[in-house]
Every structure is written in C-alpha cells, then in structure tokens.
C-alpha cells in the first residue's frame, strides 16, 4: 500500500512525468555531445518563442493583419526580457516591396498557401533568471493573442504556440498517457492469457495482484530516482516493461511448481505402483514441513535468486554503457527488479498459502475441451507437415536442428545492415498542439523556424565561418548552409540543412564529409545526425565486449546446470544467434518498413541504438532464464517414469506447458507498448517480444533434443540447479 501510494501520489513530491526532459540522447564526451553542450550553455541568451497562425488571407486581409502584428509587436517589447528587433514576423522589415530584405522575411515568414504566418520572439532569459518562467508564460500568452485579434475578420484564424518547455511539456504528457495507456493493456491482455492458461479466474487474480504490486513497486522507484536525475520521457516505459515480465515470470513459476508439486504429493499417495518406503517419506516430510508447498518454495527461492541475479548482470552490462538515459534505466530497472524478487519471495507464497484449495481445484470442462481442440489443430498442422517433408529430414534430429538454425541465421543477416537512428524531438502526435504546430511548420515553411539539421561549431569568426560554408553546400544532400547572426560564446555557429526526403545514411555521409572538411579552425559538428554517428562509434565499442561477458556468464552458468559443456557452448550459441535473428527482425520491420502495413510498426528509417545495447544485456539474460527452464523440464520425476497413471499426468498436464504461458504473458506485455508514439520504448519493445518468441521456439525445438537423455545420467546429482 505504501508503494502504491508513493507511485500515485509521490506524497506530495510530484510525479515522473513532471521531471521528464525531452533531449537527443547522447553520448557524454564525444563531438557532438561537446558541441550540443556548447550550444546548450548559450541558448537561454536567445530563447525563442514560435507562433503560427492559420486561417488568415495574406492577399485579401494584408492590411488587417500587419496591423495586428504591429500592434503585438509593442505589446511584446514591453515585456522584460524580449530582446530589441527581437519581434520577427512577415512585416517586420517594413512593407515596402521594393525592400529586398522586406521582401525576403514576407516570403520565409509566410505560409506557401498564402493562408496563414509565422512569428518568432526572442527572449533573453539571463537578464532576469528568477522570473524566466514568468517571462516566458507572458510572451506565449500575448503571442497567442495575436490569431484571437484576428478572429474579427477571420473567423477561422487559429494560434499555434511553441517553445523548448512547451515541446518537453508535450512529450511527458505524451510519454505519460502513452505509458499508462500501454500498462492497462499489459494488465487487461495478461488476464486474459492467464485465464486461459489456467482455466481459472481466482488463479488469474493472484498472478494479477503479484504483477500490480510490482507496477507499484516500480512506478515507486521511478518517482524517487526522479527527484535525482531527471529521466528521459520514455525512460520510465522501459522500467516498467522490464518490471511487469519479471514480477509476471516470478508469480507464473511459483504458481506452476505449487500446482505441479500438490498434484505429485496427491496422486503419488494414493498410486499403488510407488513404494510404501517412498509414501512413507512423503508423509513424513509433509508431516515435518506442515504444508506440501513449504517445500515448493524453500527450493524455488533459489530458482527466483539465479533468475534475478541473471537479470541483474544483463542490467549491469546495460548500465556500462556510457548513454546517460540507458545507466538511469539499468539502475532503476535493477532496483525493480530486485523489489519484483521480495514480491516473489514473500507475497506470491504468502497468496497462494492462502489459495491452497483453489490450486486443487479440477480444471473446468471447457477448459480441457479447449486445450483439446488447440492441441488438435495444431497435431493436424504438424502431420500435414510432416506429410510434406522428406522421411530423411523427419528422421534425422540433427537435419532438423541444421534446418532451424539456418533459418536463424537467415533472419539475422539483416542485423549487419543496420542504420542506427536516435529518437528526435519531434516524436510527437498529430493531434497535440505541438505535434500539430510541427506538422503544419514543416508542411507550409520548410526550413523557416525549423530546428537545422546540423550545426557547424567554429572557433572563428562568422566572416570566415560564412567563406568555409561554400565547401559544404557543395557536398551532396546538403540544401541550405546559413550562419547564426548570433554566435554561442568563442564560436560562429553555421545552421546546415539536409534536402527533402535524403535518407538516414545519406545523412549520416553527409556528416561525415563535413567533418572531413579541411579548416583553418577547430570545429565541431552536432545535431541528430552527427549524433548518431558517433552512438553507432561507441555501439562497435562497448557492445561486442558486452555482449562476450554475457555468453561467457551463458556459458558458465549452463556447464554448471548440466555439466555438458558442449551443451552450454551450443545453448549459448543459439542465445547469440537468437539475438542478432530479434535486431534483424526489427530492422527489417522498422528500418526497411515491412511491417508499415500493420498498427504502430510504421517505418522510422533507422533503429534506436537501445535496442542493440539492451538486447546485449537484458535479451541474454532473459534468453539464459528461458533455456535454464527448459533444462529444468527436462527433468522425469524419479520413480514416476513409466506409471501408466491417468490422474497424475491428467494434473501434470496444467504445468507442462507452463513455458508457453510465461512466453505468452511476456509477449502480452512487450506488444503492449508498441501503441506509444516514442520509437525508443516501440522498437526494443519489439524485439524483446521477437526475442521471447524466438527464445521459446529455440528451447523447445533446437536446445531441448540435446538435454533429453541427460537425466537418465544424473538422476540425483545434488548439484542441479533444478534440484527439488
């Protein structure tokens, strides 16, 4: 309850969501990250505030509207802080057609439908810093004034208003309704899945109340590591996707085991194959132990234990990475997901003590008739298949094997073509004011008011800065290269535009020539572009050593659990394989725009770099927890192996496909979130749900024929990780 009520509430300390700033994410120390805080340092001396207005004749209300704007334009001057000439609209320099500079601002200052125009005040928010915002919320409200003026002869004059805090304010709005929207349909789908998984609603509640208190817990966590380090709009969508699949996971296992292990403590008493020697123990440990599931989680704890501490060390391989909003995620994630451990540890056992009659209830009729004509259909599939397949290939496992691994590899191949793209500012909804000023900015004044694509830092002067700018309109897919009339501290600043519709990698050429370029000054080059590169430089960097960490833990932690290290070395290669098959997948799905067809997988000309840095870490980590599951069912029950016992494995039935449901419920919540606007939760939501598919279909199929015959070895090695 204080969980919930902190993440609600944050007891008077404010939400997330009002923390949230909307930036390029980066990496600290490289070119552009230095350039951009250059920028950043000297903006505030230019704050400005953007105006467009619709609906308004330019040809027929021309007098009527400079009137308005001459009028706004005094009004706005008197506001401390709007810097002298800083009132810039399509009159500003007179009106006079024979004035080429008046001329010119008419033309970039208004619409090309001759129906509307921008405006753009400029603020110096350092004169008075204690009253920025103050300054700020003025300027905005009289510009909006400017179309409800206007409204006198133009009934259908509309104001779009826009500013750095009012695009950061849209986004974490955005973010949150996104984010809460995309938690009701995790939680309204994983009921869903739960019911049929289960066949009961009781038993659904209790993995449900298990999956809300770590939505608590969570949300908790995010609000309070907030309060120190602002998080990016999306941030706290991952926390949370990485939290519900592992409270979920937790709560499904233990539900599974106590079901399983109640049906054997039942069953086995009453069979008169088993050994009167073995009933006797039974009933002794029951005896000693007061309950049989006080036995299922003494030894599941230890399962929970592995499981976290896997997921931590793919988190900990995430928080390396030197990205600041993937160390703020890693970090808040590990938390959660050691919070999601007390969960499992204590409430789930404690609600399913409770629910111990509920667990021994028979599963309903029509739940065994469904799974029956599941079971059916998909029988029928697979002998029509095997009827198209060459008795060679059904015969021989390992052809079988070759083939789904070449059917990996064929899927991973697109993972070596990627065009890495970082999410940009303008990740924002049509139906916002913002995304609406965006849209009708971009659609009607092309690169007036826009952000530049790329901006040149020269430790110059703007004379000199201006010659060199000549050698960069040169170079392909470059449109427009201007000095900034204004310079940001020691260096000349020159706004680089990029053409129409020129693609991501001839963008990022683009870029590449223009550092290429020889100077007769130190320069730096940022922007989204430039950014991008230099994530994709660290990506070669850090995710390969990542990535090696993680599949010799897979490794270890294999040869461990079942002493095959040709096991352990094949298993960690398919966990490799497996994950370049989930970035390939989403490459070709976003990147090349094969999935645009579908909702919410339009075409975003790149991939966010999170992805691969995420998959590197928590994909291995949860491909690792799949494939330890797997070893564990590979496991008979002792003595059980050739009971002809109707019953029992009537009830045994409910958990063998207790890996299906968890893969189910996981992909319920990542494909929950792929309605949110920000392409840097959609995208590794995607492939995490890709990579859990994949993951489940591999273990099955591809992992499971090598563990077979391996506990008829090892019966009963102490040492095994699946040991109860």
Not at 30 to 53: D, F, G, H, K, P
Not at 140 to 151: F, G, I, L, N, S
Not at 370 to 377: I, R
Not at 408 to 421: D, E, N, R, S, Y
Request: one cysteine or more; a neutral charge; glycine letters at 6%.
């Amino acid at each position: 309850m204080v969980f919930t009520t902190f993440a609600l509430t944050g007891f008077g300390l404010g939400s997330v969501w009002n923390r949230t700033e909307n930036r390029l994410v980066s990496i600290p120390h490289t070119e552009s990250y230095r350039a951009a805080e250059i920028l950043t340092a000297n903006e505030s001396a230019s704050y400005q505030v953007y105006l467009l207005v619709d609906g308004v004749d330019m040809q027929k209300q021309h007098s009527e509207v400079l009137n308005v704007l001459n009028s706004a334009t005094k009004n706005l001057q008197e506001i401390p802080g709007v810097l002298p000439a800083g009132v810039v609209h399509p009159f500003a320099a007179g009106d006079q057609a024979s004035n080429p500079q008046a001329a010119e601002l008419m033309k970039q200052f208004t619409a090309k439908n001759q129906q509307g125009f921008l405006m753009v005040t400029l603020l110096d928010l350092t004169q008075f810093p204690e009253k920025a915002d103050e300054i700020r919320q003025m300027t905005e409200t009289e510009m909006m004034q400017v179309a409800k003026d206007m409204r006198s002869f133009a009934p259908k004059a509309r104001g779009l208003v826009s500013d750095q805090d009012l695009n950061n304010a849209a986004v974490g709005a955005t973010a949150k309704t996104d984010t809460h929207l995309a938690t009701l349909i995790a939680f309204g789908l994983l009921a869903l899945v739960l019911f049929i998984a289960v066949g009961s609603l009781r038993l659904t509640l209790l993995v449900i109340l298990s999956s809300f208190s770590g939505w608590a817990l969570s949300q908790a966590f995010t609000n309070l590591a907030s309060l120190f380090v602002a998080p990016s709009p999306e941030d706290p969508a991952l926390v949370m996707l990485f939290s519900l699949g592992v409270v979920t996971g937790f709560a499904l296992v233990l539900l599974s085991r106590a079901r399983s292990h109640l049906a054997v403590v039942k069953y086995t008493a009453e069979l008169p194959q088993v050994s009167a020697s073995r009933v006797q123990k039974r009933r002794s440990r029951r005896a000693s132990t007061g309950s049989p599931l006080d036995e299922v989680f003494s030894h599941s704890v230890r399962l929970l234990l592995i499981s976290t501490g896997l997921m931590t060390l793919g988190l900990l391989a995430v928080a390396v990475f030197p990205a600041t909003n993937l160390r703020w995620v890693a970090v808040v994630s590990i938390l959660s997901i050691w919070g999601c451990f007390a969960i499992g540890f204590s409430l789930v056992p404690a609600m399913l003590y409770l629910a111990q009659s509920w667990l021994e209830l028979p599963r309903p009729r029509w739940h065994e008739n469904f799974f029956h004509a599941v079971s059916g259909f998909f029988g029928a599939v697979g002998g029509r298949v095997r009827d198209l397949l060459p008795a060679k290939l059904l015969s021989s496992r390992l052809i079988g094997v070759g083939v789904g691994l070449v059917v990996l590899l064929v899927l991973a191949l697109p993972a070596f073509g990627v065009t890495w793209k970082t999410a940009g500012e303008d990740a924002l909804p049509a139906t916002s004011a913002t995304g609406a000023f965006q849209h009708l900015r971009q659609a009607q004044y092309g690169v007036t008011g826009a952000n530049p694509d790329v901006q040149v830092l020269g430790k110059t002067t703007s004379a000199n800065l201006a010659t060199w700018a000549g050698q960069v309109t040169k170079i392909p897919g470059i449109s427009h290269a201007i000095v900034n009339p204004e310079n940001s501290g020691d260096y000349a600043v020159l706004n680089v535009t990029f053409k129409d519709n020129l693609s991501t990698r001839e963008a990022g050429t683009a870029v590449k020539k223009i550092r290429s370029l020889d100077s007769d000054f130190t320069k730096l080059v940022t922007g989204q572009t430039a950014n991008e590169i230099d994530f994709s430089d660290q990506l070669l960097r850090f995710v390969p050593p990542l990535g090696a960490v993680m599949m010799f833990a897979t490794f270890l932690v294999l040869a461990r659990a079942t002493r095959r290290p040709q096991v352990a070395f094949w298993a960690t290669l398919l966990n490799l394989v497996v994950l370049l098959a989930s970035l390939g997948v989403t490459a070709v799905i976003f990147q090349d725009g094969w999935g645009a067809f579908l909702p919410f997988l339009s075409k975003s000309g790149g991939i966010e770099p999170s992805v691969a840095v995420l998959l590197a870490g928590f994909g291995f980590a949860l491909a690792l927890d799949y494939q330890l599951y797997a070893v564990s069912k590979s496991r008979q029950v002792p003595g059980l192996e050739n009971l002809e016992a109707n019953n029992l494995l009537k009830e045994l039935t409910q958990t063998r496909g207790a890996l299906w449901t968890k893969s189910l419920a996981n992909l319920a919540i990542f494909l929950a979130f792929l309605p949110v606007t920000a392409q840097a939760v959609k995208q590794p939501a995607f492939a995490l749900a890709v990579a859990v598919l994949l993951n489940s279909v591999v273990s099955k199929f591809l992992l499971a024929p090598f563990l077979e015959p391996y506990p008829d070895q090892l019966p009963d090695d102490p040492g095994l990780i699946w040991k109860e």
